[in-house]
């Protein structure tokens, strides 16, 4: 490896890198005595216009690896990473122009530089294969999040998140370095290739059921899964609406790239656990032979998000925790997904089913970042409407949307379109994201367990109508207590027209993007 | 050309949302010209369909990692409702002539569930069907609870939890049979004739059926529909009961029997007297004749006698489902026809025609108005509608009903026997609530005469809606044959297997 190589494979973290600095630099030293709102816009451009070099730079560096070995690599643009890592950019994009119309901070230069720090730190998470990298990009991604939450200063919530968020996450990223450290010790490596073939080539140990738990524990508070999500509703609610947009969408595609590489790499079925003796491991020893012991922790875990995060949703009367708690729930039909990666099946029934270049492999894999992205795509556009709601009312809290029809009937329209497609209403792109996700999890493994689970979870989506209901409700059917029209930013408004028209034209032809995201994938 | 029903509805919908506010008339005559082309599409599709067989309109993969398609075709069975939905879109614009708040919001989402609708009639593939059944949920929520009445959130609020959750079911039967049958087609013939296993149809088609039947009114899961009915406006209880309804029975006789038709079989054991799950929703279906019937004898508010009769009607669909043989399923597609007809009439006339003059449907009120006086067209529309409803010979009703009837018989004689019960009962409540809202002679309210007490002219809307909904009934019940030959050979291709 030579640093041309490295260069060139780290093109869009690079690019993003560079982008922070400018902005800085522009910022602090040009536009000092620029007038805030001058100040905001060069900002958010100059950050998207930094995402979208670093899109450019990951079209040149697709297909890289690099490593001291080709094999083991610790970073590689291949497959799923490439959709991420795309989605993570124009998602960052999205965040930043939704920035242009907030008066939270006269820090801006700071606010994008960090954003644009934090995105790139995911970039190298959705691509890294080596632990100690992995934990690197997940730590520049988190310190960002923290970051942002507290942006705004002279808010008490925002404090108060900010300082939740950083020491349940400080807690998480202990319990994650000492999961990758027992791999470790175990395997003598902090690969992800390597430690599956020592993995197979030794048989488990239970130990390394002390180490997924950990790992899940790490990455699980991540991605805002029961029962490691108490941040996220505090978080949701008191950081800034870009930063919470940001948390909610770049953060969570990251995130969940990592758990796919994770699963892609230790699924893989590794044998009978050897060597113990005992009645915990014969009866590990009998489950192991159905069920790959990451899965089945995944799948506990995704069962508890669905219910947990669609029953505490009804309660809410705050719209951003609202959006905190049907977040858990979505990343507990995700978490499905995962769980049900089929790598350890590999029926040839599922090549046949699957039309095109996507093997068995790839199925579930293409529809979780499906979910992850359109979830990603919508869950910014709610925030911007709540800004907006937000600014004009001073308020988040479901009361606040009465006669939004009347008051701003654009803005109606968009939370209209958003809400129903994460409630999964088709024709709009939630609901071919849960389609596709749930056809998945059916087609990879046959059987009681997943059926059961993916009924649970169409159940639960059936629930989730309501909450949602109970905001729309508001917008359009109960009478308006204040009528005074809402405005906008233009550009807020153009951003948000944008995301729902994605949202109904990905919707009305979801060929389009499950047809790039499996363009991604190598051939064969 | 049937496939420019869909597309024009939808298209009317989002050309009424893009409406500038204040334009009422215009939104009015707007919203007119897309049902009326939908209405002349419709028979023009009707027309030309005669004596064909299944022919396909568009055939267009659509997600092709998954096999589906965007398959619009129409055999009889979809012709003849729809021809309903245009009849019902028609009609119901008319009726919601005098809407004021919020014109075009209300056309807007009235024509959405209208596109919907034709959609589900049309599509031919398994998840495309789904997603037009689902298209058509959310636009009920809105009309009933931005423009309805009598506790219209909770009534809204409860018809969309209801559909949503009957189509929960049928999502997780739908994703169970599309994994199981490991066919690369969701097409609804490819699918029927991949044959699932027996056992896994066992246990899927209870699934499915009941998840579309809870949208058809089917007891005990049919009290979304009187409460959601009385809330409704007027326009949307006719499409309700008109329409809406038959998408659930729709949705068990394409997909629930069609898919699953081993799912009817024997169990091999007796349960209560019950056999099969032919004999549970038969039960179940009785029980609604009777039970509707009953109930809409005992109420005092003349919207819900309705609203309990719909749900009366509609266990005669579900009776001549399960009878499984030609003459019940052909008597039940056309009591479809025939009840989205009636009870579209009977909810105009009470909704709009008496409700909007004399703001109340409490029958004791309406004893002391001498309507037949007052109102004589509204008078001798609800006679002519009331009398088709109570299945009297000369109306749609009764073709429908005595096919349904002979159907069951061949089966089970007992089924004929309890659902008699329920016509007769339903002469007695159509009786009772024509003599009490329109013949009483209770002693006059004394502020009859008073000034300000006078009722508003019957307009040209509610006319033209009156007779175009009694005519088709009429037309159908003198001439059943107009519908009957169209449907016979959908059915008898439907039972045959196959789709040809």
Not at chain 1, 191 to 204: D, E, P, R
Not at chain 1, 472 to 500: F, G, S, W
Not at chain 2, 179 to 197: D, F, N, R, Y
Request: charged letters at 10%; glycine letters at 10%; hydrophobic letters at 55%.
């Amino acid at each position: 490896m030579n640093y041309w190589d490295l260069f060139h494979a780290t093109l869009p973290v690079t690019a993003l890198e560079i982008a922070a600095l400018v902005v800085l630099i522009v910022d602090l030293g040009l536009l000092r005595r620029a007038s805030l709102k001058v100040r905001v816009t060069t900002a958010a451009l100059l950050g998207v216009a930094g995402c979208g070099a670093a899109l450019w730079g990951l079209t040149l560096s697709a297909g890289q690896s690099i490593g001291v070995n080709f094999e083991l690599p610790l970073l590689a643009e291949s497959g799923g990473t490439v959709a991420a890592q795309a989605g993570i950019l124009i998602l960052t994009a999205l965040t930043l122009l939704l920035l242009i119309d907030s008066v939270f901070t006269r820090h801006v230069g700071e606010y994008v530089s960090v954003v644009l720090m934090a995105a790139s730190g995911g970039l190298i998470v959705a691509a890294a294969q080596d632990l100690l990298v992995i934990f690197i990009g997940l730590e520049l991604l988190s310190l960002g999040l923290y970051i942002l939450t507290a942006f705004a200063k002279s808010s008490g919530k925002s404090a108060e998140a900010a300082l939740k968020y950083y020491l349940f996450g400080g807690m998480s990223a202990a319990f994650l370095l000492f999961g990758f450290s027992y791999f470790y010790g175990l395997t003598g490596s902090t690969n992800l290739k390597q430690i599956q073939w020592s993995m197979t080539a030794s048989g488990a140990s239970p130990m390394f059921y002390v180490a997924w738990i950990l790992v899940v524990a790490g990455l699980g508070f991540k991605v805002a899964a029961v029962p490691f999500h108490l941040w996220a509703p505090d978080t949701y609610e008191g950081a800034p609406a870009p930063a919470a947009a940001f948390i909610a969408s770049v953060s969570k595609v990251a995130s969940f790239a990592l758990l796919l590489t994770i699963s892609m790499n230790w699924f893989v079925q590794s044998g009978p656990i050897t060597g113990q003796r005992g009645v915990v491991t014969a009866a590990l020893r009998q489950y192991y032979a159905t069920w790959p012991p990451l899965a089945t922790i995944l799948l506990v875990v995704a069962a508890a998000s669905m219910i947990v995060g669609n029953l505490a949703a009804l309660a809410q009367v705050s719209v951003r925790r609202l959006l905190a708690y049907s977040a858990i729930a979505h990343a507990g039909y995700i978490l499905l997904g995962i769980a049900a990666h089929p790598v350890y099946q590999g029926q040839g029934r599922l090549i046949e089913w699957a039309e095109g270049n996507i093997g068995p492999a790839y199925l579930s894999a293409n529809a979780v970042l499906y979910y992850v992205l359109t979830y990603g795509l919508t869950t910014i556009g709610a925030f911007g409407v709540v800004a907006v709601v937000e600014r004009a009312t001073g308020s988040d809290r479901m009361d606040a949307f009465l006669g939004l029809h009347k008051r701003n009937p654009v803005l109606a329209g968009v939370l209209l379109v958003l809400f129903l497609s994460l409630a999964g209403i088709p024709s709009l792109v939630g609901f071919w994201a849960k389609f596709n996700l749930f056809a998945a999890v059916l087609g990879a493994s046959a059987g009681a367990a997943p059926f059961a689970l993916v009924a649970l979870a169409v159940a639960l989506s059936a629930v989730s109508l309501y909450y949602y209901l109970q905001v729309l409700k508001r917008a359009y059917v109960m009478p308006a207590v204040d009528e005074t029209p809402i405005k906008a930013h233009p550009v807020t408004l153009a951003v948000l027209v944008l995301i729902a028209a994605a949202v109904v034209g990905l919707g009305c032809f979801p060929a389009l993007l499950q047809g790039w995201i499996a363009g991604c994938y190598p051939v064969g | 050309m049937l496939a420019w029903t869909i597309y024009l509805s939808f298209a009317g919908a989002l050309l009424q949302a893009l409406l500038p506010k204040g334009k009422a008339e215009l939104a009015r005559w707007l919203a007119l010209g897309f049902a009326v082309a939908g209405l002349a599409l419709a028979v023009a599709g009707f027309a030309a369909g005669m004596g064909q067989g299944r022919t396909v309109i568009v055939d267009l993969p659509w997600v092709p990692s998954m096999g589906i398609h965007f398959l619009l075709a129409a055999d009889g069975i979809s012709r003849v409702l729809v021809l309903l939905t245009g009849l019902a879109a028609v009609a119901g614009v008319l009726f919601s002539w005098n809407i004021e708040l919020r014109t075009n919001e209300f056309f807007a989402f009235f024509l959405a569930l209208i596109g919907g609708v034709y959609g589900v009639f049309l599509s031919f593939d398994l998840f495309l069907l789904f997603v037009f059944y689902e298209i058509a949920i959310v636009p009920k929520y809105f009309l009933i609870s931005i423009w309805g009445s009598t506790r219209r959130e909770y009534a809204a609020m409860k018809l969309a939890l209801y559909s949503f959750a009957g189509s929960a079911m049928v999502l997780i039967g739908l994703l169970a049979a599309y994994a199981t049958s490991g066919s690369h087609s969701t097409g609804l013939i490819a699918l029927a004739q991949a044959g699932l296993p027996v056992s896994f149809q066992m246990w899927c088609f209870p699934l499915v059926f009941t998840g579309f039947a809870i949208l058809a009114g089917m007891w005990p899961f049919h009290t979304w529909a009187p409460t959601g009915h009385v809330a409704a406006p007027t326009a949307a209880s006719m499409l309700l009961a008109g329409v809406v309804m038959k998408l659930g029975a729709y949705g068990c006789l394409r997909v629930g029997i069609a898919l699953f038709p081993r799912g009817l079989d024997p169990w091999g054991f007796s349960f209560i007297g019950l056999g099969s799950w032919r004999d549970v929703f038969a039960l179940l279906a009785v029980i609604g004749i009777v039970y509707g019937a009953l109930v809409a004898l005992a109420q005092t508010d003349f919207k819900f006698v309705i609203g309990y009769s719909s749900v009366s009607h509609m266990g005669f669909v579900l009776l001549g489902l399960m009878t499984l043989n030609q003459i019940g399923m052909t008597g039940a597609v056309l009591q479809m026809f025939s009840h989205g007809v009636i009870a579209g009439l009977l909810f105009a006339i009470v909704g709009r025609i008496v409700y909007e003059r004399t703001h109340t449907r409490q029958l004791a009120e309406l004893e002391t108005m001498h309507l037949s006086k007052r109102l004589p067209f509204a008078a001798w529309a609800f006679v002519i509608a009331g009398m088709a409803s109570m299945g009297l010979p000369g109306f749609s009703g009764f073709v429908a009903e005595l096919q349904v009837l002979v159907g069951a018989w061949k089966v089970n004689p007992w089924w004929v026997i309890a659902a008699g019960v329920g016509i007769v009962v339903g002469i007695a409540y159509t009786w009772r609530a024509l003599q009490k809202a329109f013949f009483s002679d209770a002693p006059p309210s004394p502020h009859l005469n008073e000034p300000g007490h006078e009722l508003a002219a019957i307009t040209w809307p509610e006319v033209t809606g009156v007779v175009l909904l009694t005519g088709a009934s009429l037309v159908v019940g003198l001439y059943p044959r107009i519908l009957l030959d169209t449907i016979e050979p959908a059915v008898k291709a439907l039972l045959a297997g196959g789709g040809q």
